[in-house]
């Protein structure tokens, strides 16, 4: 039995791929803000990521997003975000939801994340992100996926690492269900210094053949 945060919904079949923090109980919130966060994915090699330059999050690697401005669906603004931080255009499609709470806000963050495996346009570095290409390392990849053995002659092998000592300290958990392309959703809750204090992943399962 799957034992499903509050604050989360999805469709569908559904496997925890990681939880923790059982000591403590889920933060309550007041309401909820909406935001997007997107990702350029290519030859299931390598992805873009951007290092936030001020506000939020400054000096950590990110997918290009922010918040859903009034007006606009989700995907609307996740297209609107990658445009204006990376300059670039990408058939996004919603991949996963996030759902973060901070105990020192009353708001909670509801993330709508989107996916693209193709882009256009020349990736452009903003005010707000320095984008650049990271490799994923063959233990964010299901092993057994078809995709990852293929060389598609882009060396993304030659480029550094996804920085995850560097990223969001929740991005670890969902990330492989991401490259893998499952369905993702989850929750995580932050006490003091952005310190993860609980949290819970979920995935569609895997398909068959797979190792995670
Ligand atoms: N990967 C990851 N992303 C997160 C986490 N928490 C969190 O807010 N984000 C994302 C969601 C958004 O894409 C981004 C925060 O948005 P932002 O502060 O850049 O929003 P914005 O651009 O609209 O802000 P602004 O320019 O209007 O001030 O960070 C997390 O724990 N992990």
Same mark, same amino acid.
């Given at each position: 039995m799957v034992n499903i945060p509050p604050g989360i919904t999805h469709d569908g079949p559904m496997v925890e791929v990681a939880s923790g923090g059982v000591e403590h109980d889920w933060i309550k919130y007041e309401k909820v803000k909406e935001y997007t966060n997107a990702f350029v994915i290519l030859n299931d090699q390598k992805v873009l990521l951007g290092?936030?330059?001020?506000?939020?999050?400054?000096?950590l690697w990110n997918g290009f997003g922010g918040k859903v401005d009034p007006g606009e669906t989700p995907a609307q603004a996740a297209v609107r975000e990658l445009e204006e931080e990376a300059g670039i255009t990408a058939p996004l499609r919603q991949c996963g939801t996030l759902f973060f709470v901070e105990n020192t806000m009353d708001a909670a963050f509801n993330i709508s994340v989107f996916c693209a495996y193709e882009y256009s346009g020349t990736i452009t570095e903003s005010d707000e992100m320095r984008p650049e290409w990271f490799s994923i390392p063959e233990?964010?990849?299901?092993?057994?996926?078809?995709?990852?053995?293929?060389?598609?002659?882009?060396? =993304?092998? =030659?480029l550094p690492p996804i920085p995850l000592s560097k990223m969001? =300290?929740?991005?670890e958990f969902w990330m492989p269900a991401m490259f893998g392309r499952r369905h993702f959703v989850g929750r995580a809750d932050f006490g003091v210094d952005?310190?993860?204090i609980k949290w819970w992943f979920g995935a569609a399962p895997a398909a068959t053949g797979d190792s995670v």
């Open positions: 290092l936030k330059k001020r506000g939020f999050g400054v000096g233990d964010l990849l299901p092993r057994t996926n078809p995709l990852t053995t293929v060389d598609h002659g882009d060396n =993304a092998a =030659a969001w =300290a929740d991005d952005n310190k993860m």
